[in-house]
């Protein structure tokens, strides 16, 4: 089994930044991509970011030039930087992990944690 496990929101003002952590523990062998979507009140959960085990990343284009997300596959863990965060960026955030390969050699499909809020505000 794999758990997902964030950590780093909070509350901020706008301009300000914040660092999303999320880590991935359980019998894993290698996660092909990691993400972090997010889902704000009475909306659908939404894309922010993803990365492949080879960086290529992709961004929503509300966060490109702002969000930076990376990953540490030793760690199994997977990074978002927020700069210059917005009060539209107010969500709460989910980690995402997807083609996950086990040591028993089982490949796993899109797991979740549990969430993080983040809320911007003046």
């Known amino acids: 089994q794999v758990q997902l496990v964030e950590s780093g929101g909070g509350s901020v003002q706008p301009g300000g930044s914040l660092t999303l952590t999320c880590s991935a523990s359980g019998s894993i062998l290698a996660i092909n991509a990691m993400g972090w979507y997010r889902q704000a009140p009475g909306k659908e959960r939404e894309l922010v970011a993803t990365?492949?085990?080879?960086?290529?990343?992709n961004y929503a284009n509300s966060v490109k030039g702002r969000f930076t997300i990376s990953r540490d596959d030793v760690k199994n863990t997977v990074y978002l930087q927020m700069n210059n965060l917005k009060p539209e960026d107010s969500a709460v955030y989910y980690c995402n992990a997807d083609r996950i390969v086990t040591l028993t050699d089982k490949m796993l499909y899109n797991y979740w944690g549990q969430g993080t809020q983040v809320t911007v505000s003046s």
């Open positions: 990365i492949l085990r080879k960086s290529n990343t």
